[in-house]
């Protein structure tokens, strides 16, 4: 089965950077469009970045624009969340995602995402 797990998450002070990985596994993971999204306590998940299979094309949340970066790796099996300039209200639980479907583009709808990895801990102190 398809498994995916994220690492790189951890407490940062404000205006700091981080980079989160998700490896994954059990799929042609090429052949897949990927997402990151984010929980924070008392809140519903919510898109953060994706990515379509070839990496060519990338989606983003307007509050991370020109803050965070998505890419990926389809040799390692592995996509990234490049994470500059943190602030406080990026504290959150962060998952990454793969899409339902083969040769998909990117998407923010977490519905269209049909496996999830079991998330890593953001948290940026003010």
């Known amino acids: 089965q398809v498994q995916l797990v994220e690492s790189g998450g951890g407490l940062v002070q404000t205006g700091d950077s981080l980079r989160l990985s998700c490896a994954a596994s059990g799929l042609t993971f090429s052949r897949y469009g990927m997402g990151w999204f984010r929980q924070a306590p008392g809140k519903e998940r919510a898109f953060v970045a994706s990515i379509d299979w070839s990496g060519g094309v990338t989606y983003y949340e307007d509050s991370v624009k020109g803050r965070f970066t998505i890419s990926r790796h389809n040799a390692r099996n592995t996509v990234y969340l490049q994470m500059n300039s943190l602030k406080p209200e990026d504290t959150a639980v962060y998952y990454c995602?793969?899409?339902?479907?083969?040769?998909?583009?990117?998407?923010?709808?977490?519905?269209?995402?049909?496996?999830w990895g079991q998330g890593t801990q953001v948290t940026v102190s003010s």
């Open positions: 995602a793969a899409r339902r479907t083969e040769w998909s583009g990117y998407s923010g709808d977490p519905i269209d995402f049909g496996s």
